[in-house]
């Protein structure tokens, strides 16, 4: 009898996580026979319980708040997209034993806008709000779409001038804060944490004006910056609940070599916020 391929999300806490369901779901739909479950690492025992797993021929993981660092340290071989990320979202266990680490978060953002949404990104002017490791995670997928320019705008400046020097190679990528955004965005991307508290970052009146606003947060409700954006006379808004299940649909394909179809695993999550 061969044992079932075991996946795990490792996160912690992990019992609100919703990827074991949408697993699952990619899993019934392609007809893949895997084990997927939520696994709480101790706060100081990420590596352990990884090597325990792996020990076990546990096949995969995602990895989840507060382990995504932890995870690229852990990894024997990374995409150039995850240490790009800083961070790593999807390992893999390799035929020889070697653990690979990548990062699906940026391609899943980038999908969700322009396939699922059917938004432009390339040739677009980007505003992104922002400049932590949510932020990180996305840029160099961001980048590869040849947007216009990328203006990454932050609270504290100084880290988001970081991040535009860490990706001035990848293409035409400013940074500066909130005072000084300039309108006349296409696309404008919410990845503050700040929107977790139901605030929004002091933006310049007339800003959204004919944008389209995407929300790395999502919720049961429009989101603060959604609700912004329809104020401000926004061409569309969306939030990240497309996001979540994109960036599994890639960590699948990786793992699986096989790609699901997303959008009625879209519509069942969307269907239980509600
Ligand atoms: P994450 O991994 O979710 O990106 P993070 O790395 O802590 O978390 O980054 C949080 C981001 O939200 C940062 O850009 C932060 O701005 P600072 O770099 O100035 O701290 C931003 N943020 C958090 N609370 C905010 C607030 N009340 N107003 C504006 N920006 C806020």
Request: proline share 5%; glycine share 12%; charged share 20%.
């Amino acid at each position: 009898m061969t044992a079932i391929d075991q996946y795990r999300v490792v996160g912690n806490p992990i019992a609100h996580s919703k990827s074991p369901q949408i697993h699952r779901l990619f899993a019934a739909q392609t007809g893949q026979a895997i084990n997927y479950k939520a696994l709480c690492a101790p706060l100081d025992g990420f590596a352990g319980s990884m090597d325990e797993f792996f020990a076990d021929l546990g096949c995969g993981a995602n990895i989840t708040v507060p382990f995504k660092l932890e995870a690229m340290a852990y990894a024997d071989q990374l995409s150039e997209r995850a240490s790009r990320a800083g961070a790593v979202n999807t390992l893999v266990r390799r035929e020889d034993g070697s653990i690979f680490g990548d990062n699906t978060d940026g391609i899943g953002m980038v999908r969700d806008i322009r396939q699922r949404l059917g938004w432009t990104i390339g040739a677009a002017r980007v505003l992104i709000l922002g400049a932590g490791g949510a932020v990180r995670g996305v840029l160099a997928p961001l980048l590869a779409e040849a947007p216009a320019e990328v203006y990454i705008a932050n609270r504290t400046v100084a880290k988001a001038a970081q991040l535009a020097d860490a990706f001035a190679d990848l293409g035409p990528v400013r940074a500066g804060g909130f005072g000084d955004i300039e309108p006349g965005y296409d696309l404008i991307i919410n990845g503050t944490a700040a929107s977790l508290a139901g605030e929004l970052p002091p933006l310049p009146a007339g800003l959204g004006a004919g944008a389209h606003c995407y929300d790395m947060m999502y919720g049961a409700k429009p989101t603060v910056f959604m609700q912004w954006g329809q104020q401000q006379g926004a061409a569309a808004s969306a939030d990240g609940l497309g996001m979540l299940v994109e960036q599994a649909a890639e960590s699948f394909y990786i793992w699986r070599d096989q790609r699901p179809d997303t959008a009625p695993v879209m519509a069942a999550l969307r269907a239980e916020l509600i």
